[in-house]
């Protein structure tokens, strides 16, 4: 796999939650289901019903139609403390191109000391969140 020439180290989410959206993708084991499952104090059953389905041996999240993942909202994640491994290692371990190039926060890893759109404490949003 091509590694991105693009060094990681300073990445800071800006919230755009693009890695959320579009064509793809969100796998879970079934220990990420059950802590989903007991986030949301829902059944494995109900969760089945609504958030995934399944893929051999693994979990797959639905699209909402508009291809954005079922648990996105206002380009914010509603399980965010319990979200996939998949998700939290966005985008260290990921190299989709066509991805990374639409996060804003790896568009800032391209242009060095531009920190225009950088949400931060001063307007309510936390500077750490990930989507
Ligand atoms: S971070 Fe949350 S909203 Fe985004 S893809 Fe993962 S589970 Fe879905």
Redesign the pocket.
């Known amino acids: 796999m091509m590694k991105s020439p693009v060094s990681f180290r300073n990445f800071q989410c800006r919230q755009c939650g693009e ?2 959206k579009g064509k793809g993708t ?1 796998q879970l084991s079934s220990q990420e289901l059950e802590d989903i499952c007991r986030y949301l104090a829902i059944s494995h059953r109900l969760a089945m019903r609504y958030y995934c389905y399944r893929d051999k041996k693994k979990y797959v ?1 639905f699209d909402q139609p508009d291809e954005s ?4 909202r206002q380009n914010r ?4 403390p319990v ?2 491994s ?2 939290r290692n966005f985008p260290h371990e990921w190299n989709e191109k066509k991805m990374l190039e639409r996060c804003e926060g790896y568009q800032a890893l391209t242009r060095p000391g531009d920190n225009s759109s950088l949400p931060g404490p001063e307007n309510g949003e936390n500077w750490s969140y990930v ?1």
């Open positions: 890695c959320c969100v999240l993942c079922i648990f996105l994640c509603l399980i965010h979200k996939p998949q998700c989507p």
